[in-house]
């Protein structure tokens, strides 16, 4: 996008004082205060009169006096016919870009109540927050609105019924002829405010719930990215903005406008219904839209350039809407960028490799393995740009990635289309994102889907932050017992042979790391943010071991405390790097247990001593039901009952359970030492980050331990 500002000053139509506070309009002598939010939208209004639309500086005049009854107000910008500047032409009403829908609506009214306040007719109106702008012309006869798609430029008459054509730049200029303009590339703070705009503007309303009119924002952003993406020859409009109905077609300024609203709305169907039959996935329901909402949302996003606004800056434009959104509306808390960049840095993906997140929310996870491997293919063929040859390589290198490796699983559907939308944005990689239950087999996922992909077994990696806190009951998820980690565990130390028992439930979170090593391949890469209680509680021991069973510990980076602080969640957590042994070493390292056990077992004649025990017990209460029964002369049934057999057999029973405890606790110890000596010795790299690049509230810090913990890991991992 243009730098008007600084082409302003290049050009001599504006200066400023040293700290940027003043702008002085060099012609008009004025000085203005520039950290006035509406006058940087005036100031950049201004400018582009001058350098798009060709207006001589000196028949523009600025904050010009309007009589209004007993009040002097002031409007904006006059454009003038005349070089005494008697006959106004356009008025411009400048608004600040965080204006709302409502606010802007009312700016119209001021600003055709300015235009019927001057002394002389004015034929054009012009409202603008740099956001959005609205063009109308002026018939004081029939105090009607005629819209238009854009003010006239200097020398021109007749305006087209259109604003937006492709390669705009490449046509020639014909004089009297109103000149086209091609998509603006705009920054990511510019497009932040354009979505939650127009979000703003379809609930705000009423009509809409937020919740909603996200999911009809989202529809219509997919329409625009398709829109751009069309075949088009040079000079042909883009459907995705305004056209307008001429008099000549209708006369009834109303009946103009609807016209117009419904030729809009079957163009963006259009759109929609042609995006939806390649893409069935990403949207199932209509538009739900009136033609009016519809031509809201696209004055917001009619002039900008998707496909060419760098992608780094669109991504985080939406990631920012998109999650202040989501945060607000349904307490999700999406993985922190720092942590996602970590843990995708570190890890070798290619781009061979099959990638998925269980639980991938947006899709930040998805994205950044695209953008590593969209970097790698730069690295590879740094001129695609102006090297066919080094094109024909480089997009098929991420472009099939995104295509053929990228998966994720996300169980609320809206979330779903939302992490399908970022994809989009990011230029592809949705098509492998599915709405499903995570925690599923993939034999139920292929029930619900027609994607193969996600089959047991075949990924490389999964990078994942599952959720915390919930747990998945038995009771309502028949699945759970099909969980090894669903089931309780079996202790090696009892006397009898115990039943399989199902857990009454299991959390989503220990579930979720049996699944994802059935998603893996043998050595394939786990890498997932977990709660510390799972690394560190006494009772989440046998999670641990089976962990130490399925996967070779790669790496344990502890996160600080307020990690996810910003995003609602104050769980003490760690990233764990998992690496999936292959099936014989897993039998193997379960073998070694078990002969370990076994082993102590016979070494130790535990099960000997425990019946020993048992029978000394039972001897002993014989006894002692029969001293009660002499001397009180009762039934052996009826001397259990007494307070004296009670009390004596709670303290011998207490002797007892000493004895079992203590050499549970000796074996247990002789167990753990006997593992430290027969399994398998490797190093685990260990980190703690204690300053991770932001604070408890989000805001951003100087220091990201994450960077240099991350070179070192990255430099582990290559050893293995």
């Not at 100031?43 to 209004?68: G, K």
């Not at 607000?328 to 061979?352: A, C, H, M, S, W």
Request: some cysteine.
């Amino acid at each position: 996008m243009k730098d008007y500002i600084q082409l302003g000053i290049d050009k001599g139509l504006i200066s400023f004082n040293e700290d940027k506070s003043r702008i002085t309009y060099i012609y008009q002598k004025k000085e203005r205060n520039y950290n006035n939010p509406e006058e940087k939208v005036q100031a950049e209004t201004f400018l582009r009169l001058i350098l798009d639309y060709n207006y001589p500086e000196s028949r523009i005049r600025q904050f010009v006096p309007v009589t209004m009854g007993r009040e002097i107000k002031e409007a904006d910008i006059v454009v003038y016919d005349d070089e005494m500047c008697m006959s106004p032409h356009i008025l411009v009403e400048c608004k600040r870009q965080e204006v709302s829908e409502a606010e802007y609506q009312q700016a119209i009214e001021q600003a055709y109540s300015y235009a019927f306040a001057l002394p002389c007719d004015v034929k054009y109106v012009w409202v603008t927050s740099g956001i959005k702008s609205d063009y109308f012309e002026v018939d004081k006869n029939q105090n009607a609105r005629n819209q238009l798609p854009d003010i006239p430029q200097y020398g021109v008459e007749n305006i087209a019924t259109y604003k937006y054509v492709y390669e705009a730049q490449y046509l020639p200029e014909e004089a009297g002829k109103q000149r086209f303009f091609d998509l603006a590339v705009i920054d990511q703070s510019d497009l932040t405010r354009r979505f939650k705009q127009a979000h703003e503007a379809l609930w705000a309303g009423g009509q809409l719930n937020p919740s909603e009119a996200f999911d009809e924002l989202d529809k219509l952003i997919f329409c625009k990215i398709w829109d751009e993406r069309k075949p088009r020859r040079m000079g042909e409009p883009y459907d995705f903005q305004i056209i307008t109905v001429t008099r000549d077609e209708e006369k009834d300024a109303a009946k103009r406008r609807s016209k117009e609203n419904e030729n809009l709305c079957n163009r963006i169907k259009a759109l929609y219904e042609e995006g939806r039959a390649k893409d069935k996935e990403v949207f199932r329901d209509n538009i739900r839209l009136t033609p009016e909402k519809i031509r809201t949302v696209v004055g917001y996003l009619e002039g900008v350039n998707l496909s060419e606004t760098d992608l780094d800056s669109k991504g985080r434009a939406f990631e920012t809407f998109m999650g202040s959104f989501f945060r607000g509306n349904f307490g999700q808390y999406f993985t922190p960028r720092e942590i996602v960049k970590f843990i995708v840095d570190v890890l070798p993906i290619k781009n061979d490799s099959k990638v998925l997140d269980t639980s991938c929310g947006s899709g930040g996870f998805l994205l950044y393995a695209l953008n590593k491997v969209r970097d790698q293919a730069t690295s590879y063929y740094p001129n695609y740009r102006t090297d066919t040859k080094q094109y024909a390589k480089w997009f098929p290198y991420w472009h099939d990635f995104a295509e053929k490796n990228l998966y994720g699983i996300e169980i609320s559907e809206q979330i779903s289309r939302a992490a399908k939308m970022n994809m989009i944005i990011h230029d592809d990689g949705h098509t492998n994102v599915i709405t499903s239950d995570g925690l599923v087999s993939d034999e139920m996922i292929f029930a619900k889907t027609s994607n193969q992909g996600f089959t047991y077994g075949t990924f490389d990696f999964i990078i994942t932050n599952p959720p915390f806190g919930s747990t998945i009951r038995q009771s309502e998820q028949a699945y759970l017992k099909t969980y090894q980690l669903g089931k309780k565990e079996e202790d090696w130390l009892a006397v009898k042979v115990q039943p399989e028992i199902t857990r009454d439930g299991q959390s989503t979170e220990v579930l979720f790391i049996e699944q994802d090593y059935k998603f893996l391949k043998e050595d394939g890469y786990l890498a997932i943010v977990l709660p510390d209680g799972i690394l560190t509680n006494s009772s989440m021991q046998y999670v641990r071991t089976q962990i130490e069973d399925w996967f070779r510990i790669v790496a344990v980076v502890s996160m600080p405390q307020t990690a996810f602080a910003a995003n609602g969640a104050g769980v003490k957590s760690s990233v764990l790097f998992l690496r999936k042994w292959k099936k014989v070493e897993t039998e193997k390292l379960i073998q070694t247990k078990k002969n370990i056990e076994n082993t102590l077992l016979s070494d130790s004649n535990y099960l000997a001593q425990r019946t020993q025990w048992d029978k000394e017990i039972k001897q002993k209460q014989k006894l002692k039901a029969e001293e009660i029964k002499g001397k009180q002369r009762i039934s052996a049934t009826a001397a259990k009952q007494t307070d004296e057999y009670k009390s004596w057999n709670a303290s011998m029973l207490e002797e007892y359970a000493a004895k079992i405890d203590e050499l549970k606790t000796n074996l247990t110890e002789q167990y753990l030492q006997a593992k430290q000596s027969n399994l398998p010795d490797y190093p685990i790299f260990m980190a703690i980050a204690e300053e991770i690049g932001y604070d408890a509230t989000g805001k951003k810090t100087a220091t990201n331990e994450l960077d240099v913990i991350g070179e070192e890991l990255k430099k582990f991992i290559a050893t293995l």
